[in-house]
């Protein structure tokens, strides 16, 4: 995780391309049947680092996919606080985008629900909140993309 933690930070601090590069050489390391936990946090950042929407879509399928097989003993040996249910807006929040980014709506609307139903799984800190506001967000941002040319969108005042 050391490893793992250090590369995204790199990709925080305007290293990108070096971040990607570390992250991919770990992914092989790990492969893909190591310890899910690991797979989960580096396909869920490595998703993050892609150019290509397809290529963010794959890692991210790659971090639900891993989270499918994780348990909260695994994840709460990492942190104590932490629990699997709570990864699921997150991932399936990310989903959504990626197929919004592919012209996909009807697999985002199916992605956002699947967050929405999820959102009670996060605490109620700032975390969460980050969340459901990105979940309203690209909820509206759908609402829009299927707005008929010449049709006007309610006010959601």
């Known amino acids: 995780m050391a490893s793992i933690v250090e590369a995204v ?30 797979r989960c946090t580096l396909a869920h950042y490595l998703a993050d680092l892609q150019d290509d929407p397809a290529d963010e879509l794959r890692w991210d399928l790659r971090a639900l ?7 909260d003993e695994r994840a709460q040996r990492y ?10 807006p997150s991932l399936q929040l990310n989903l959504a985008e990626d197929y919004r980014k592919l012209g996909r709506p009807d697999r985002a609307s199916e992605h956002l629900a699947l967050a929405r139903e999820s959102l009670p799984t996060l605490g109620d800190d700032a975390y969460g909140q980050m969340i459901r506001d990105a979940v309203e967000r ?16 309610p006010d959601r005042a």
Not at 9 to 21: H, K, M, P
Not at 139 to 147: E, I, P, Q, Y
Request: aromatic share 6%; charged share 20%.
């Open 9 to 38: 930070e790199w990709g925080r601090t305007g290293r990108a391309g070096a971040a990607r590069e570390r992250l991919t050489t770990l992914w092989e390391e790990i492969g893909p049947t190591g310890d899910p936990f690991h």
């Open 138 to 153: 690209l909820g509206a941002t759908l609402a829009l993309d299927s707005t008929p040319v010449g049709q006007e969108v």
């Open 65 to 71: 996919e891993a989270a499918d097989t994780l348990t």
């Open 79 to 88: 942190h104590a606080s932490l629990a699997v249910a709570a990864f699921r």
